[in-house]
Nanobody
């Protein structure tokens, strides 16, 4: 069993930054992916970024490329999402997830473990 705990969300003005953290506890993965997803009210959950655990491969949604950066600290079993140049349309609940999604890093149904989420609100 893997427990994921997100933190770092908050309210910022457009153009601001936040660093989201996802700490993993329990039988943590030594392989597979950690992903960040977001869900705005009335919208489907969408993949934002993912990273291959223990490796260097990263993946991003087109909407966040160049603004968001996913990274990991294996010693701390923690994955980060640095969000820069935030826009009002980035407002959502952000979730981290762990799993082995194969070639579909962006597909939430391919992830087994989920955190409780952290809210990001960007005002214009």
């Amino acid at each position: 069993q893997v427990q994921l705990v997100e933190s770092g969300g908050g309210s910022v003005q457009a153009g601001g930054s936040l660093r989201l953290s996802c700490a993993a506890f329990g039988n943590t993965y030594s392989s597979g992916f950690m992903g960040w997803f977001r869900q705005a009210p009335g919208k489907e959950r969408e993949g934002v970024a993912a990273i291959y655990i223990g490796g260097s491969s990263t993946y991003y949604a087109d909407s966040v490329k160049g603004r968001f950066t996913i990274s990991q600290d294996n010693a701390k079993n923690t994955v980060y999402l640095q969000t820069n140049s935030l826009k009002p349309e980035d407002t959502a609940m952000y979730y981290c997830a762990a799993g082995r999604p194969g070639g579909s890093w962006y597909n939430p149904s391919r992830y087994k473990y989920w955190g409780q989420g952290t809210q990001v609100t960007v005002s214009s």
